[in-house]
């Protein structure tokens, strides 16, 4: 269907378009793929935080809120450990920033501001990008049994941010990091980040403060309105610019998964995966159907991007094969490669290899837990006949293999499938 050079311009990252325009002088053509660019990471991040809220829901449902918090707090424990280090180790200004990286990334979140004393730094999240957002469109008040809030006012995403404040504090031996939810407008938070060796200095002096809350493309943006075209730097490779933020979540999920599947069993993390996980991956099958297949593949190309992804995109007569290496949720993970090593296979609580071979595992022993979310949704579209992509759970047999997925083209169906694929998530 495509010729070689068709794929690399399919396959080509945003960022790389836009340092061409650049070039150019091509300032419209520049605004448009800016404007791209910055909902770029908007289907990795709305998948990620649907499934963070529903699991946290559904642990309430399940456990109770004292024990979901319980679980919660030891997930957040492993997550905010290099955090804690910062802080005790004399380096709260390395802590504080890479927090407001966090947060400054969020898709239609709003950080501003707000003040540095001797003793903290405050920012106002207006709305916030995670918890906030699903205030502010009315998820929290319509799916209350899922998002909504527990008896202590806090919705369900919001709980974790809650844990992994929590955590930093026991760790560090005081208050340290501290939200605040409005109780009057919808979606605000307000932030405070407790000094420590820093105390009395200032962190962010004169225009720093706000500076800091901006993203790379903020900056760009504002220079080409004000007809400054010295972005290059800005935006080259600018889709790794939110890796904070996108580590950060990917790898709560992961502690979260593994936190399931040791203390409860595979068979629960299995059922979370089919009810909080599957149930939003859904949502993308009348999309998908919809698209055609350039669009559908260049927009699988900008998220694989925007997911951290390095990948080779080819074609077969009945597929376009994405040869991920590494995958930037699993791979990484699997590597070790996170952000701050936020996450790493050490075989604690939350951080197990499954050592039962069962379909959720692609039939594997000792299995990367967070890669289970793969043969879960292999699964969840052999069954509605729906080849968004497709894993093969047997390429990334240790770290520092690449991954496989295939894109099935239209008019293929399920019976079209490779049956070692099937075969694999026992459904051959």
């Not at 400054?104 to 207006?126: A, C, R, W, Y």
């Amino acid at each position: 269907m495509f010729t070689a050079e068709q794929l690399r311009d399919i396959s080509e990252p945003l960022s790389e378009k836009a340092l061409r325009a650049l070039e150019a002088g091509d300032i419209s053509g520049l605004n448009a793929l800016m404007s791209e660019m910055a909902t770029g990471q908007t289907g990795v991040e709305s998948l990620s935080l649907h499934v963070l809220a529903r699991f946290c829901g559904e642990l309430r449902d399940d456990l109770g809120e004292a024990e979901a918090k319980a679980l919660l707090d030891r997930v957040a424990d492993r997550l905010m450990e290099s955090f804690a280090a910062d802080w005790l180790g004399g380096r709260d200004d390395i802590a504080i920033g890479d927090l407001i990286a966090v947060f400054k990334h969020q898709s239609g979140g709003n950080m501003v501001p707000v003040d540095e004393t001797d003793d903290e730094v405050i920012f106002d999240l207006s709305p916030c990008g995670s918890g906030g957002r699903f205030v502010v469109d009315g998820t929290v008040d319509r799916d209350a049994e899922r998002y909504g809030r527990w008896s202590d006012g806090v919705p369900s995403a919001c709980q974790a941010c809650k844990a992994c404040q929590r955590a930093v504090d026991r760790a560090v031996g005081g208050p340290t990091w501290s939200t605040e939810i409005s109780d009057r407008v919808p979606g605000r938070c307000t932030l405070r980040f407790r000094k420590h060796a820093s105390r009395g200095k200032r962190l962010f002096p004169g225009a720093k403060l706000y500076e800091a809350t901006r993203t790379r493309l903020d900056q760009a943006r504002q220079r080409v309105a004000r007809r400054d075209y010295r972005v290059a730097e800005l935006l080259k490779d600018q889709h790794h610019d939110w890796m904070p933020w996108h580590d950060f979540v990917i790898s709560l999920l992961a502690h979260l998964f593994g936190a399931c599947q040791s203390e409860k069993g595979t068979d629960y993390l299995e059922a979370r995966l089919e009810s909080a996980y599957n149930s939003t991956f859904r949502l993308f099958y009348p999309v998908f159907r919809k698209l055609g297949e350039e669009e559908h593949l260049r927009y699988l190309c900008m998220s694989h991007h925007y997911h951290m992804m390095r990948f080779e995109l080819t074609e077969e007569a009945d597929r376009f094969v994405f040869r991920l290496d590494p995958c930037g949720s699993g791979g990484r993970l699997f590597r070790g490669q996170m952000w701050r090593n936020l996450f790493r296979y050490d075989g604690q609580a939350t951080t197990p290899l499954v050592d039962e071979a069962r379909p959720i595992t692609f039939g594997r022993r000792d299995f990367p837990v967070y890669c289970t979310h793969c043969a879960a949704h292999n699964r969840d579209q052999f069954v509605y006949d729906v080849l968004y992509f497709v894993n093969d759970g047997h390429a990334q047999m240790r770290p520092g293999d690449a991954c496989l997925q295939f894109t099935y083209k239209k008019g293929r169906h399920v019976g079209d499938v490779d049956p070692a694929l099937r075969k694999q998530v026992g459904m051959a």
